[in-house]
């Protein structure tokens, strides 16, 4: 269980106030996939960064049961001077996993061939999406936080993650920020909305889905 209580975080940008979060209450049941729906700049990738412990709301608290993942696909934490495999050895080292079995997961999965041994500077968007994908999905957690990773690589590689990600669902819960319904259809359970700094969440997905839509029409 992820629990939010009084969350808020504003942002200043140029001169002007921008609030993501405002005094927001809600909890996120373990073993659900929750999908956060909202406008571009409503602040969902902020959100996240926030259960994840990356960032710290500027009120409130965030409390959890059990493991969280950083934001799945995130590859900022990368060291780009070492290869893939040495930044996969200190990650495995960092959360107390077996190297060897990690190693190897990320390295069948990633299909990086030889660039599994040069330096991640050398590596493409797509490549360091695909690296990061599978250090996330190589290690438990008991909620994952996926930031539109499933958008990254070709139609197969889209396709391996999606079957990689319903896996681990079958054990674990996600908060997921996707812009695709139809991602949300198939792997969420439960959906939210952050639209001015509110959030509102909703057991109907569909029903969540219609109000987004609807939202981003300028209907409502």
């Known amino acids: 269980m992820i629990e939010l209580r009084n969350v808020s975080k504003t942002y200043v940008l140029n001169g002007r106030r921008k609030t993501v979060a ?77 190297t060897d079995e990690l190693t190897e997961f990320v390295k069948e ?11 991640i500077r050398t590596y493409s968007s797509g490549m360091r999406s695909r690296l990061a994908f599978g250090v996330s999905m190589g290690i438990h957690f008991d909620t994952y ?16 993650s999606d079957a990689l990600f319903s896996e ?24 939210c909305i952050l639209d001015g700094g509110k959030l509102t969440l909703y057991d109907d997905v569909d029903h969540a889905i219609k109000l987004h839509q609807r939202m981003m029409r300028g209907a409502v």
């Open 168 to 191: 681990r669902m079958k054990t674990s819960g996600a908060i997921m920020v996707t812009h695709a319904m139809g991602k949300v259809k198939q792997m969420a359970d439960m959906a």
């Open 109 to 119: 999965f990633a299909e990086l061939g030889q660039h599994f041994y040069l330096p």
């Open 145 to 160: 936080l996926v930031d539109e990773v499933t958008a990254v690589g070709d139609a197969a590689f889209v396709a391996k």
């Open 22 to 98: 405002d005094n927001i209450s809600a909890v996120f049941p373990s073993g659900r996939t929750v999908a956060i729906l909202g406008r571009n700049g409503a602040g969902k990738s902020t959100l996240l960064r926030m259960i994840s412990g990356a960032m710290e709301p500027d009120e409130g608290q965030i409390n959890a049961t059990g493991t969280i993942s950083w934001p799945v696909g995130f590859a900022g934490s990368f060291h780009p001077e070492l290869t893939a495999l040495q930044n996969i050895r200190f990650i495995a080292r960092v959360y107390g996993v077996d």
